[in-house]
Structures are given as structure tokens and as C-alpha cells.
DNA sequence: GACTATGAACCGTGATCACAGTCGGCGGCA
DNA sequence: TGCCGCCGACTGTGATCACGGTTCATAGTC
């Protein structure tokens, strides 16, 4: 039913998936060393596919190639990291003027009870990081989803996949955190822009909270100096 | 000397240069099948570095591999066009604003001759096509990277290579149009934002300089509708 | 005891082969 | 004459092997 057909996915795909996932969920960390073979044994397939998903996460940054071929988890310097954040500020900000802009009453709908999920677990009794992190993620991606710029939600989620081992390893830090994060008000600010059309404030408050997350992750001083 | 060392490139990477040059160069035809194995013959190896190379262009959406897993140059439409020039003007028009701001006199000496050279070729008795592409882009890239965002430079580069074989086939198709672009005079007001350090003006002359090309394309009417 | 040389294990890369799926052209049938 | 079905060539993918280069640990020497 569905416009694209789904002709069984490759390995090299699914391992695209599977070693992604090790990146966002901080199972690998910053400056580990990866082998291809030691990949190929963990998710039981040959060395190539591993090549193929490692080759594709490497042109995005996500991983590193050393100059001697040696495949590595980046690590985040305080300046990548605050590009990475200016950066973010200004596409993710645009995504939600423009979403502000295009968004039907529909896409709405289905936004709304993302943030107060979001919302509702920070406050409560249990905060689960891992989640947290992945309720923040479908929310960003539902608002950016309703600008209708394809081309502008990929280039969002290589961001994203930059940013995620250190935006992971930080919620996984300092879980307790969550309850006192403005991030609530932010979602809050950015939904109401886009039920008034308001770019700006959308922009204003995507922008905002991508802001304060970045400035919080910095004074805590434990990305490496330059 | 160098600061990053130089360890022979890859079969890979220079397999990855070629076809790159392919695309950009518009010597292959959006729409056109590509094999990896007619490819590798071409280009004197085995399929292997060339699966790495059309899985990297893959990657960045500059080639297109179909749910049967056919390798095209994927086809421009008129709305794909329109977003892509849309996303340049906000990412070129940041780098142009934050280069204005972070410019040494170095850089902006290194600039000038390439925006002389780039007028005086257009207004010349021969003007060559494939050349102004060259410089247009030497210039607008040597621009973005005084920003020093090297994250937001790659960014860019991607967008290039996606709108690459349509300005190319442009260019080609027309290229006594050059005597009449207003090109030369958005560059001239980029340059000049850049010494003022007038941030604002810069991104307005570089996102002008995109939105006049693009809509001069589009008006050719020559991409497909949607 | 500290330092260097040496060798084995391991790294990524490229080539080659096997295989299932797709596409097109040719032949036969209505 | 027009259409359908089949067969062969060709596609990308995955596995396996070979090869040069790097790294790390151990043994030998000063």
C-alpha cells in the first residue's frame, strides 16, 4: 500500500542501522577503535557489508577514517561541538519556520502528544535518559517532518548523528538533570508558534532549546579543549 | 608543509573523484543507468572500490540506487530544483554572513583575483562554460571557507554535488547567457560586505547571486514537473 | 632494569567467485 | 499481424582469499 516498495532490506543496511545505533545509544565511546571483522563477527555476517555501512557513516562524520585507515569514534572538541550547535540552531530553526508555515492541522495532531510524553516523563518519579532522548528525538523530527523539505530533514539527521554519542553520553551522565530542563517550555513555545503560523517564534524556540542543551553540555567542561 | 598527511589515496577515493566528475561535469545524463561493472572497466579496476564510491555518492543523494537496486543519476524535478536552491541560499547566504565576520585580509586578497577573473571571462569575446562553472565555484567556495565552518563547508559541497549536472547542463545548453548574468555584480556586493565586514549585505549578495540563477533555470521550464 | 629490535597478529583494501533477481529480446502461438 | 512467454545476459550483493602496512608484545641486548 504504501508508495515505496519494500524489496527486503540488504545486510549492508541493516548494519547501516545496527552500528548507528551503537553510535546514538553511546554502546561505542568517543576514540574507540572499530575493526571491520570484529563488527562482521558481532552482527554475523561477512566483512562486507560492515564496509558498506561503515563507508556511508564515515562520509557523514559519524565515524572517522584515520590517515592510516584506522576506523574510529570521533571525538567532539569543544569548537566541533560548537559549530555543530550553531549549525543546528539555524537548519532546525528554519525547519520550524518553515513547518510553522506549512503544517496542517493533522500533523499537529500528531506532534502534540509527543511533547507532552516528553513533558510528562521529565516531571515524573523515574526519569529513563534512554528514553528521554528518543521521545526528544521523535518530536524534533515530527516538527521538521511537517515543513515538507526532505533535503532539509537529511541534512538535519546527519546533525543529529554527529551530535548523538555526546547528547547520549550526557543524559546518561546526569539522568536527574531532566527534571529541572527548560526543554518543556521550549516544545511547549514551538508548538504554539506553529497552531499561530508564527515562523519566528518557532524558529525562536527551536533555536532556544538546541541553545540551551549546547550551552549546558559545554559548561560542564568535559568536551576536550579545541 | 601540509598539516594532514597525505597516505596515497584510496583506488576508492579516486574512483569516487571520477564519477564525481562525471556528474558534475554533466558527461552522464540524468536518468541514465549506471553499472558498476561497465564502471570498473572504464575506470581500469575491479567493481570493488567502485561499489565504495557510488555507495558514498549514494550516500549524499548524488546518485540514486532504485528499490530493484538500480544505480541512476537521479532526475531533477522542478520541486526538488526549488528546495535545493531554497536550502542554498539559507546555508550559502550563512557562510557568506559569518566569512564577512571571520575574514582575514588574506582571505579576502586570495578572493578578489577569482571574482576579476570570473567578470572578466563572462564579458569576454570567448566565453567558455565549462570554465565559468569552474571559477563561480572556486569563488563562492573560497568564500565559505573564511567562514571557518568546516561542518557547514561540507554541508555545502553536498548541495553542489546535487545541483551539480543541472547547472553544468545549463551552462553547456546556453552558454552565451553568461554575457548577460548578474553574476559579476552580486559578487562585486559580496566581496565588498566582506571588507565592510557587513554581514547582512554578504548574505544578501550570495543568496541573491543563488535565487538569480535558479529562477532563471527554472524558468527554461526544462525540469520536470514535479 | 631500561631500551631496542623482531616477529606474529591484525588492520583495511582490492580482486575474484557464486548467487538470486531483473530486464530485454527473440521465438512461438493465437 | 499482434501478443505472450520464455530464456539468456546482466545487475547488485555477499563471501572468501591475498596482500601490503601498522601495531603491539615479547625477547634480547646494553
Do not use: C
Amino acid at each position: 500500500m504504501s508508495s515505496t516498495a519494500k524489496p527486503a532490506p540488504t545486510m549492508g543496511e541493516t548494519a547501516y542501522g545496527q552500528i548507528a545505533g551503537l553510535l546514538t545509544s553511546g554502546r561505542v565511546a568517543p576514540g574507540e577503535r572499530l575493526s571491520l571483522r570484529d563488527l562482521a563477527e558481532r552482527l554475523g555476517t561477512s566483512t562486507m557489508p560492515i564496509r558498506a555501512a561503515v563507508g556511508r557513516l564515515a562520509e557523514y562524520g559519524a565515524l572517522e577514517v584515520s590517515p592510516n585507515r584506522a576506523v574510529r569514534v570521533p571525538v567532539m572538541s569543544a569548537g566541533r561541538f560548537s559549530e555543530l550547535a550553531d549549525l543546528r540552531q539555524q537548519m532546525e530553526g528554519l525547519a520550524a519556520e518553515r513547518a510553522a508555515l506549512a503544517a496542517t492541522a493533522e500533523d499537529i495532531d500528531a506532534i502534540e502528544p509527543i511533547a507532552t510524553a516528553f513533558a510528562e516523563m521529565v516531571v515524573g518519579p523515574d526519569p529513563d535518559g534512554g528514553r528521554a532522548v528518543a521521545l526528544n528525538r521523535d518530536l524534533h523530527f515530527a516538527i521538521y517532518a511537517a515543513a515538507r523539505m526532505p533535503l532539509l530533514q537529511s541534512m538535519i539527521e546527519r546533525l543529529w548523528l554527529l551530535a548523538g554519542p555526546v547528547l547520549n553520553l550526557d543524559m546518561r551522565a546526569d539522568p536527574r538533570r531532566l527534571a529541572n530542563t527548560p526543554a518543556p517550555r521550549f516544545h511547549a513555545s514551538a508548538l504554539a508558534a506553529l497552531r499561530r503560523r508564527d515562523g519566528a517564534s518557532a524558529r525562536a524556540a527551536i533555536s532556544g532549546d538546541i541553545a540551551d542543551a549546547a550551552s549546558f553540555i559545554l559548561a560542564r567542561g568535559v568536551l576536550k579543549e579545541d
